[in-house]
């Protein structure tokens, strides 16, 4: 039987750890602040659209309602985002066996995750109360909601996570 180097099968690839919800922090403040500052930048072209004199009727009333759509929308999918994040990251701790003995472990490590994640929501926070894109960060409630309470929200999912995965060990006879 020949082995093959460097392919990895299906049940040796899952995992599912704190540097998964790591990841999902880091990935959470990113989109949401390119969010943000797309949306900053939709709103200075619709801007700029509604003051040409140039451009006709239509095409201001598409520039706004775009503008429209890029807010609820956008705000909607990051919340879908992170939901399916958590979803993908619990599926995977499912497929994990872990000795209970990492409990204490990952505990310790999940208090150093949410302070990192406290320290991801005051960067959010203080590129949103700057004094030009506070009134676009406003107008993105989900964002705004879940970028708040980060910390908290990875805290519940790290308990959730634990939960999941020190379930499924148990002594093989």
Same mark, same amino acid.
């Given at each position: ?8 099968? *299906? ?6 750890? *704190? ?27 619709? &801007?700029?659209?509604? $003051?040409? &004199? ?21 705000? $909607?999918?990051?919340?879908?985002? !992170?939901?399916? @994040?958590?979803?993908? &990251?619990?599926?995977?701790?499912? @497929? ?13 490590? !999940? ?10 929501? $005051? ?9 030009? @894109? ?5 107008? !993105? ?19 959730? !996570? ?12």
């Amino acid at each position: 039987m020949v082995r093959r180097r460097g392919r990895k099968s *299906l049940s040796r690839c899952k995992r599912a750890s *704190l540097q998964d919800l790591l990841f999902v922090g880091v990935l959470v403040l990113v989109f949401a602040m390119s969010v943000l500052i797309g949306f900053r930048l939709s709103t200075d072209f619709n &801007t700029y659209i509604q $003051n040409d &004199t140039v451009m006709p009727a239509t095409a201001k009333t598409a520039s706004t309602q775009l503008l429209g759509y890029f807010t609820s929308s956008l705000d $909607n999918v990051f919340l879908f985002v !992170l939901v399916g @994040l958590c979803i993908v &990251t619990l599926a995977m701790a499912a @497929l994990v066996r872990v000795h209970p003995i990492f409990l204490v472990f990952f505990v310790i490590g !999940l208090v150093f995750v949410i302070l990192i994640c406290a320290i991801l929501t $005051n960067v959010y926070e203080a590129m949103a109360s700057h004094a030009e @894109l506070q009134a676009q960060a406003n107008q !993105l409630t989900n964002i705004s909601f879940i970028m708040a309470r980060l910390p908290f929200l990875v805290g519940l999912f790290g308990i959730i !996570l634990m939960v999941v995965m020190y379930k499924v060990w148990q002594v093989e006879s």
